[in-house]
T-cell receptor, first 113, second 115 residues
Framework: DGGITQSPKYLFRKEGQNVTLSCEQN?????MYWYRQDPGQGLRLIYY???????QKGDIAEGYSVSREKKESFPLTVTSAQKNPTAFYLC????????????FGPGTRLTVT | AQSVTQLGSHVSVSEGALVLLRCNYS??????LFWYVQYPNQGLQLLLK??????LVKGINGFEAEFKKSETSFHLTKPSAHMSDAAEYFC?????????????FGRGTSLIVHP
């Protein structure tokens, strides 16, 4: 079955540590996205990539970094510079940069204490 | 710039009643519009989308939405609510003001269905 996988489902880290969230897709999609979801805030775009080896900052990129070395993978690193990292993180992909629907992974809930 | 407003963070209905979730958008160019559903601790799933053509769009699980340009609205409806419809619903708009079609999401509406 084609789809998007995110791992792990739950992640716990101590304050000051960097942490990397995994996102893999086997849909052969060009575009991939990372969102942060907080209660009552909807989805806020962190980073997106429309092609391998290229990515763009979204609305809330500060304290995050990404890479896109392979078409199927788009990992997100939450750095110690992110002031409030505890949140639900969603990865998504779409066929390309045209206005197609997005396919979402199951999400990773990150808790930093 | 594009924006989306979902009226009501929570909507409560009885099982069998009409479901109406409101979405208004702001865009200076013709928009592409989407409704997604999210069940607890899961990702989002597409319900329906409007790109061009027919303004009444039918989606999965009996939902439909109508694009009304004059009212800049894309409200989601379902004639009869089921308990399984209880979830968070997100409206999204996608335009291209000289750039890429990066969607903007509303803040979501939580649908509560009472027996």
């Amino acid at each position: 079955d084609g789809g998007i996988t995110q791992s792990p489902k739950y992640l716990f880290r101590k304050e000051g540590q960097n942490v990397t969230l995994s996102c893999e897709q086997n849909l052969n999609h060009d575009a991939m996205y990372w969102y942060r979801q907080d209660p009552g805030q909807g989805l806020r775009l962190i980073y997106y990539s429309q092609i391998v080896n290229d990515f763009q900052k979204g609305d809330i990129a500060e304290g995050y970094s990404v890479s896109r070395e392979k078409k199927e993978s788009f990992p997100l690193t939450v750095t110690s510079a992110q002031k409030n990292p505890t949140a639900f993180y969603l990865c998504a992909s779409s066929i390309d940069s045209r206005p197609n629907e997005q396919y979402f992974g199951p999400g990773t809930r990150l808790t930093v204490t | 710039a594009q924006s989306v407003t979902q009226l009501g963070s929570h909507v409560s209905v009885s099982e069998g009643a009409l479901v109406l979730l409101r979405c208004n958008y702001s865009s200076s160019v013709p928009p592409y519009l989407f409704w997604y559903v999210q069940y607890p601790n899961q990702g989002l799933q597409l319900l329906l989308k409007y790109t061009t053509g027919a303004t009444l769009v039918k989606g999965i699980n009996g939902f439909e939405a109508e694009f009304k340009k004059s009212e800049t609205s894309f409200h989601l409806t379902k004639p009869s609510a089921h308990m399984s419809d209880a979830a968070e619903y997100f409206c999204a708009v996608s335009v291209r003001p000289g750039g890429s079609y990066i969607p903007t999401f509303g803040r979501g509406t939580s649908l509560i269905v009472h027996p």
